[in-house]
């Protein structure tokens, strides 16, 4: 898969975190990083993000913005792929606050922001994103609360999402900040069971 604005798209049978990974890499460069399973999928505040192989997409990419604005960046990825799922599939997404992403009132993905620093230096935003694509196997404690994308859409076609994603991606990061944020806000819904 060749994807314009990135030097590479990596993909990986198995790896510990797409996040880790990609920031071992070279930061004068953007990637793609995709991997099948993850054995230590992230998410926020130290949570972990259930991986299993072949069933998900379980996304790393990194980009360059001249400051680290966490909101505004979860936003980017937020909007983006809710479009795309729209957009291919004629369904709505909703955001969790702040960057979970809900279908039917149940956890569809999520988003991981990171960052790359040369001591006090920024270099470079790290996007992580967790999306449970194929119904598999979950844990006791997440089986009422996680939902797949194979659940509610037919034919799913990943490198299409992935290629959609990047266009949309683009189109927002073209936006003014302030107006990408007041779209965030508006699509922003708050559980409180989950």
Known sequence: MQLNNFKDVIVLDEVDSTNDYI?????????????????????TQGKTFFSPKNKGLYMSF???FEEFNSNYLVALVALSFKK?????????????WINDLYYNNR??????????????HYQKTVF???????KSEVPVDL???????????????????IKQFFQ????????EIDFVNSLYLKSVRYYTNH
């Open 23 to 43: 920031k071992n890499l070279p930061t004068m460069f953007n990637y793609v990083v995709i991997a099948k399973s993850q054995t230590k999928g992230k998410g």
């Open 62 to 64: 990194t980009d360059d």
């Open 84 to 96: 795309t799922i729209f957009e291919l599939y004629n369904k709505n997404l909703t955001i969790k």
């Open 107 to 120: 956890k569809l993905g999520g988003i991981l922001v990171e960052t790359i620093f040369n001591g006090s």
């Open 128 to 134: 992580g994103i967790g999306i449970n694509i194929f």
């Open 143 to 161: 089986k009422n609360k996680i939902i797949s994308l194979d659940e509610f859409v037919p034919n799913i076609d990943l490198d299409i999402i």
């Open 168 to 175: 949309n991606y683009i189109y927002y990061k073209s936006l």
